[in-house]
């Protein structure tokens, strides 16, 4: 009877593990910047969307100037995501990397 109950917990311990990574996965998704800001949009429609970054630079490589904003902690760790404007001040790429990464190697980002 024992061994029954704790294939029972252990199976229901699985299943709840699994929803909670799903739920974790979801949230990274439904984070404001990643879900709504679209390439092309404004800096004012982004700031509107995602509020204020938790960085701005200026990019060399890639050109223009990019932020960068602290979403869903993934393992333990914050994940950065940017946004990449244009001189004309339209978005020009964004993904889950840091500013300085991202100006590395844009041709990674596209």
């Given at each position: 009877?024992?061994?029954?109950?704790?294939?029972?917990?252990?199976?229901?311990?699985?299943v709840?593990?699994?929803?909670?990574?799903y739920?974790?996965?979801?949230?990274?998704?439904e984070?404001?910047?990643?879900?709504?800001?679209?390439?092309?949009?404004?800096?004012?429609?982004?700031?509107?969307?995602?509020?204020?970054?938790?960085?701005?630079?200026?990019?060399?490589?890639?050109k223009?100037?990019c932020?960068?904003?602290?979403v869903?902690?993934?393992?333990?760790?914050?994940?950065?995501?940017?946004?990449?404007?244009?001189?004309?001040?339209?978005?020009?790429?964004?993904?889950y990397?840091?500013?300085?990464?991202?100006?590395?190697?844009?041709q990674?980002?596209?």
């Amino acid at each position: 009877m024992n061994k029954k109950m704790l294939g029972v917990v252990a199976t229901a311990v699985l299943v709840l593990a699994g929803c909670q990574a799903y739920d974790r996965a979801a949230s990274y998704v439904e984070e404001p910047v990643v879900s709504d800001v679209k390439v092309g949009m404004t800096r004012a429609q982004v700031r509107a969307i995602a509020g204020p970054p938790s960085t701005e630079a200026s990019l060399v490589h890639a050109k223009g100037t990019c932020q960068t904003y602290a979403v869903a902690p993934r393992d333990g760790k914050v994940q950065t995501y940017f946004v990449s404007f244009n001189d004309t001040g339209h978005v020009m790429n964004k993904d889950y990397q840091s500013c300085s990464d991202y100006d590395k190697n844009p041709q990674a980002g596209q």
